[in-house]
């Protein structure tokens, strides 16, 4: 049995940006990676645009929990995507990174979402399942 590559997404608040990464990985490749995520400085739930808009391609991820970026959890990632460039990690990250820089979706609507959504599905596409 062979252990899938696990991806972890990182952005600030471990809210908005990084559950989408690993929301959308989740849905794109379940059976190819592990996806994850955590936030340097996580908020207190899920941003519900984000989970809307993660809902409408059939995946709830209202019930998940925002959680910090560990030193573990960078050991045991084999890539990092940080959805923020310039983040403070506790550590240096053991896998591979890929720097992405998508806007912070505090206050957005879901309408306003849907675009980085798609935004952010095409860049899993094309750097980590069609590399």
Same mark, same amino acid.
């Given at each position: 049995m062979t252990t899938k590559p696990t991806v972890l997404f990182i952005c600030k608040h471990n809210s908005g940006r990084s559950q989408l990464g690993a929301a959308l990985l989740e849905i794109a490749a379940p059976d190819r990676y592990t996806a994850t995520s955590a936030g340097v +400085?996580? /908020? =207190?739930? $899920?941003?519900? +645009? #984000?989970? /809307? *808009? $993660?809902?409408?391609? =059939?995946?709830? #991820? *209202? =019930?998940r929990v925002p959680r910090r970026v560990t030193a573990d959890l960078l050991e045991h990632a084999d890539i990092v995507v940080l959805m923020k460039p310039g983040l403070e990690l506790p550590t240096e990250p053991r896998g591979a990174v890929h720097e !992405? +820089?998508?806007?912070?979706? *505090? %206050? !957005? %609507?879901?309408? @306003? $979402?849907?675009?980085?959504? @798609? /935004? $952010?599905t095409e860049r899993i596409e094309r750097e980590l399942l069609n590399p």
């Open positions: +400085s996580p /908020a =207190g739930e $899920v941003n519900p +645009s #984000i989970a /809307a *808009t $993660v809902g409408e391609l =059939g995946l709830d #991820i *209202t =019930g !992405w +820089s998508f806007p912070d979706p *505090t %206050s !957005w %609507s879901p309408e @306003d $979402v849907r675009p980085m959504r @798609d /935004a $952010v």
